[in-house]
């Protein structure tokens, strides 16, 4: 329909009898744009009634599926008033523009596999056919939606939600939005270093037609790059010039898009050291090595070399080389000196680029002529806008992208507007955020101070920076192939065709993507032969086996060359350490031969006269707590003094639960004035006196954080000691090696394999893994074979107390209880300076307040010591061989309780291990001397069975 109008906004002047129609728009991704129904009613507007009463008529005579408070009417073909409606036009009912995008936005979030493709997919269709949705969808933060869906979606999604992004800039009110987030901006410089050809290609794209719009966008451009490369720690433009270096073997289109990228961004600066600041900062990361490289190939693409030529005609000519012939599509005056105390310290020179101070400095050679491009240019203009033609020349090669972008004369009003927006957009973030408390400043005062990581005799000043940096991050793991596991295939018998491919065919994912996935099931079809010099190889077994064994299964490591080499776990695999063993194969082969399974077999196995108020219920319960209270009588004085002698931890959460609400003192002060001369029942007493004192709830809750703070504070605290010292007992442990190198060796000729290593989540499956002979567990033979192979090895598990006491501990609690210390402490502050402005004694004020800093700047020490420990453990978990996207779900309860369990089995198991085998060397031991004489005991073993000859005789005879 044509332009939206407000259910009020028509006068009561317009009466007419007209077709009346609605749009069934309430799914704004599964709605068309026919109006229904196809042969329209007719209904009568009275103009004595304003309008708005009048839409429920509407809805019901046309039943439309709407709710009432969501709908707005257009007017077809555009007319403003209904008497043009009498024979052709008519009213249209369809869905606000803000239910709409709410509705898009809404299902983006909350929408996962095919059912977010399908709508990212359909994003740019819709507003493609609703050019007023492009306004509301950028207002109501549509753009965030984009960028947070997009951060986490694979390849295909990014490059629907580039689609959509490309038809929504087509619109002024969309690339106003785009003007004034920057972070859209950023974003889409982030995926021209993505490892997918066809989004770095649309992106490229759509930061071309963002740079040609106007010339300002240059600068949010660099402001942009800046941002992302500073945060990414590298050099700027780093992801432009690697396309030009073309390590990734890019494509010749892509190097014109990067190479016209940065002509049109210098294009758009018009202060020298802006210009020259993103000049110095190409040449340093060797641009000019890179054109002479393309320049000097045989068959360059024309428009590659044109790009070239521009930026190195323009570089010589604002260096000041005149007698250079410039192209028409190159600005002829040199850009103005910047204002400011750089240009006052410069004087009257003129700054050069770097590449002219080192030519200077080493004696001035011309640099080579590149190839003129063959196309000429006029210098014409279009009468608005201020675009010159060769501008659209480009932008008319990026296709259906880029059409109509070409706007009519209003774009001047809008680009003015744009600047204003752009100017307020700072205040108006600013002045969102919400005020901070004088609790929030002391706070943000006490972490800036830096401190040493110690708690009491807990040490860990061991927790450097390097721990500040969580392994599993993006930008960490972005240098070895963004290891994302894949999405779950969908299913074969799907009767839904996938939408069709966007800018031509995605790449292939990059090898070592794939080689970090989850393997997935096998597939049906036949696998192709080997190659002759592979088949001999590879159809040879890993072990010559005369039976079929059963088999392990585990989930195997395959260790990754990290290029993140900064956490010391990540330098080397726990799997590269570990030192082959020899088992005995025939042995193994006899013991765990394939048998038929046995069916598992069933497990068996004269009263006093009171003034009473409350209720007896709430009664009983004072009068209970006060049994286990000191007297009424000193429980003010405890309260208010602090006073820890009188009044325990216990007895203060006693008197938070009986604290009086303003009804019960109303209700027991009214009682007592009717009744002056009863006095008031035991219960009524106690809250009456506690209603006395000032400010009760804030001093029990400060007063009950003092209590409580050692006791939380060392439940939180010791845990992360014991991680900590876990994770080295871990590492550092040879009997857990000795045991996985065996347990490796034993699976591998098992399986018939040669894997590297195992998840340890299989340790707890192996006790129950048993030989078919003997019954005996696979955790004895190994045991066994430890025993013997490393005499040095111990039991295991009195080595590994820190991770035996981590299966008691809850870290999502544990993390809960840091939080809630942290809020405590921050009201606690907020509950001292409200009792301080009652009586306070200025000791005891000056008590609190020393305890309460403490307090911030020990929780501050455990967020830090929290957060890399954490880390730590992420890091350690791909030390032990977990892949990265299973690592985030792995549960240190869960990891602990594996690894304790364990350690315990094998300790039980090592224990009747040495028992047996000093069972047979008492054996051994007694089979030498059973039956022997003792003339024989003293012989030398070789000499037992012959006796010795001496003086003495033994006789039978006197």
């Known amino acids: 329909g044509g332009g939206g109008q407000g259910a009020g906004e028509w006068g009561v002047s317009c009466l007419s009898e007209v077709v009346v129609q609605f749009l069934d728009d309430t799914d704004p991704f599964n709605s068309t744009n026919f109006p229904e129904p196809t042969r329209p009613p007719l209904y009568t507007f009275r103009e004595d009634i304003p309008l708005i009463n009048q839409i429920a008529g509407v809805h019901r005579l046309l039943k439309a599926p709407q709710k009432v408070c969501s709908i707005l009417i257009n007017l077809s073909a555009g007319f403003t008033c209904i008497n043009y409606y009498r024979e052709k036009h008519g009213v249209i009912l369809r869905t606000q523009l803000s239910v709409r995008v709410h509705a898009c936005i809404e299902k983006l979030y909350n929408s996962t596999g095919r059912e977010l493709r399908r709508a990212l997919f359909s994003l740019k269709q819709i507003f493609q056919d609703d050019k007023d949705l492009v306004h509301e969808f950028v207002v109501e933060e549509g753009l965030t939606c984009l960028i947070k869906v997009g951060a986490e979606a694979d390849q295909n999604y990014q490059n629907y939600i580039l689609r959509a992004l490309g038809q929504i800039m087509l619109y002024v009110d969309g690339m ?572 591998n000729f098992l399986n018939g394999t040669n894997a590297k290593g195992f998840e340890l989540n299989y340790l707890e499956k192996v006790p129950e893994v048993k030989d078919t002979v003997h019954k005996q567990s696979l955790l004895h033979h190994a045991c066994s074979i430890v025993v013997e192979k490393f005499p040095d090895s111990t039991d295991l598990y009195s080595e590994i107390g820190a991770i035996t006491r981590l299966t008691k501990v809850d870290f999502d609690q544990l993390q809960d209880n840091l939080a809630q210390m942290e809020r405590r402490c921050k009201a606690s502050w907020d509950h001292l300076k409200v009792i301080a402005k009652h009586e306070m004694k200025p000791p005891l004020k000056q008590k609190m307040s020393d305890f309460l800093k403490d307090c911030a700047e020990r929780i501050i020490i455990l967020k830090i010591v929290h957060r890399r420990i954490l880390n730590r453990f992420h890091a350690f978990l791909l030390f032990l061989g977990h892949p990265i996207y299973a690592v985030r779900e792995v549960s240190i309860h869960r990891f602990s309780k594996i690894l304790s369990e364990f350690a315990l089995e094998y300790r039980t198991t090592r224990e009747r291990v040495l028992q047996q085998k000093q069972k047979r060397a008492n054996h051994r031991e007694r089979n030498k001397t059973r039956g022997k004489m003792i003339t024989d005991v003293s012989s030398p073993p070789g000499l037992l069975c012959k006796p010795r000859l001496g003086p003495l005789s033994l006789s039978k005879g006197p």
């Open 176 to 747: 106003n939005g785009l003007i004034s987030d920057n972070e859209a901006v950023q974003w889409l410089y982030t995926l021209v270093g993505s490892k997918f050809r066809l989004v770095v290609k649309t992106a490229l794209k759509l930061l071309l037609v963002f740079v040609e719009y106007t010339e300002s966008n240059a600068a949010l451009l660099i402001k942009a790059v800046n941002f992302v490369d500073a945060k990414r720690e590298t050099k700027l433009w780093s992801n432009i010039m690697e396309i030009l270096d073309e390590k990734d073997g890019v494509d010749t289109e892509l190097l014109v898009y990067a190479m016209t990228l940065i002509n049109k961004t210098l294009a758009g600066l018009p202060e020298q050291d802006s210009y020259y600041d993103m000049v110095d900062c190409l040449e340093e990361q060797g641009i000019e090595v890179m054109a002479q490289r393309h320049l000097s190939r045989k068959g360059t693409d024309l428009d590659l070399v044109e790009q070239f030529n521009i930026y190195e005609l323009t570089l010589r000519h604002e260096d000041g080389d005149d007698e250079t012939q410039l192209p028409p599509s190159v600005r002829k005056d040199r850009r103005r000196a910047s204002v400011g105390a750089a240009n006052e310290r410069r004087g009257l020179e003129r700054r050069r680029s770097r590449r002219h101070s080192l030519q200077n400095s080493r004696g001035h050679t011309s640099a080579p002529a590149s190839p003129c491009s063959p196309h000429s240019h006029a210098s014409s203009f279009l009468p608005f806008g201020g675009r010159r033609v060769e501008d659209i020349t480009v932008a008319e090669r990026f296709g259906d992208l880029v059409k109509g972008l070409t706007s009519p004369p209003e774009v001047e009003a809008s680009k003015e507007q744009q600047q204003v927006q752009a100017d307020k957009s700072p205040i108006a973030a600013s002045s969102s955020s919400p005020p901070k408390n004088e609790s929030d400043y002391i706070w943000d005062q006490l972490m800036a101070e830096p401190r040493e990581l110690r708690i009491k005799e807990m040490d860990f000043t061991d927790l450097r920076d390097e721990d500040d940096m969580d392994i599993l991050d993006m930008d960490s793991v972005l240098g070895s192939g963004d290891l994302i596991p894949p999405p779950p295939p969908l299913p074969c018998n799907s009767a839904l065709p996938p939408p069709p491919p966007l800018f031509g065919c995605p790449p292939p994912a990059p090898p070592i993507l794939r080689k970090m996935m989850p393997p997935g099931p096998p597939l049906m079809a036949p696998a192709p032969p080997p190659s002759p010099q592979l088949s001999q190889r590879e159809t040879t077994p890993l072990f010559q086996k005369r039976k079929k064994t059963i088999r392990l299964f585990w989930n195997e490591v395959r260790p990754v060359d990290w290029h993140s080499k900064s956490h010391k776990f990540c330098k080397e695999s726990l799997w590269s350490k570990l030192e082959p063993v020899k088992v005995d194969t025939s042995k193994l082969e006899q013991l765990f031969e394939s048998k038929s399974k046995e069916l598992p077999k069933a497990a068996v196995d004269g009263k006093r006269q009171e003034i009473i108020v409350l209720d007896s219920k709430r009664s009983n319960a004072i009068n209970i707590g006060l049994t286990v209270l000191p007297p009424p009588r000193t429980i003010k004085t405890a309260i208010l003094n602090f006073d820890e002698y009188a009044l325990n931890k216990e007895g203060i959460e006693k008197i938070l639960t009986m604290i009086p609400t303003e009804e019960e003192k109303q209700r027991i002060q009214e009682a007592q004035l009717v009744n002056p001369d009863v006095p008031l029942g035991s219960a009524e007493q106690f809250l009456l006196t506690l209603s006395s004192i000032t400010e009760l709830s804030a001093r029990l809750q400060l007063w009950a954080f003092k209590m409580d703070y050692e006791l939380i504070e060392k439940e939180v605290a010791e845990p992360l000691q014991d991680l900590k010292e876990g994770m080295d007992q871990l590492e550092k442990n040879k009997t857990l090696r000795y045991i996985l190198t065996t347990l490796l060796a034993i699976g």
